[in-house]
């Protein structure tokens, strides 16, 4: 069974003007992957959900990895339109990240 757990950062959610001002950037959806537990071991399966606003896939990426103090394993790679994938760890957790274009069909957050 896999466990899945979407999560809302307050902070990297945007705030968008209640005069409805447009928002700069792409919306992304972060798919978090753990492959190991905070001891090292294979992780059963786990997977969290992140939304990030940013100008491009690397500030996505490297928004999330300082908000997670996370470090980058190896290259990311970057497909067409806005899509990547990458491999991370905080501690002795692993974990790969999909970053793709995500929808606005989400709940705005008015000021």
Do not use: N, W
Not at 49 to 66: I, K, Q, T
Request: aromatic share 8%; proline share 5%.
């Amino acid at each position: 069974m896999t466990r899945v757990t979407c999560r809302r950062v307050p902070e990297l959610c945007t705030r968008i003007p209640a005069s409805g001002g447009s928002v700069r950037g792409v919306r992304f959806t972060i798919e978090q992957i753990y492959l190991t537990d905070d001891e090292g071991r294979p992780a059963p399966h786990r997977v969290e959900f992140h939304l990030v606003e940013a100008e491009s896939v690397d500030s996505a990426l490297g928004d999330f990895l300082r908000r997670s103090d996370a470090t980058l394993v190896g290259s990311i790679e970057r497909f067409p339109g806005f899509h990547a994938f990458a491999k991370a760890k905080t501690g002795t957790s692993v974990f790969t990240l999909q970053l793709l274009p995500g929808s606005d069909s989400y709940r705005r957050i008015r000021e």
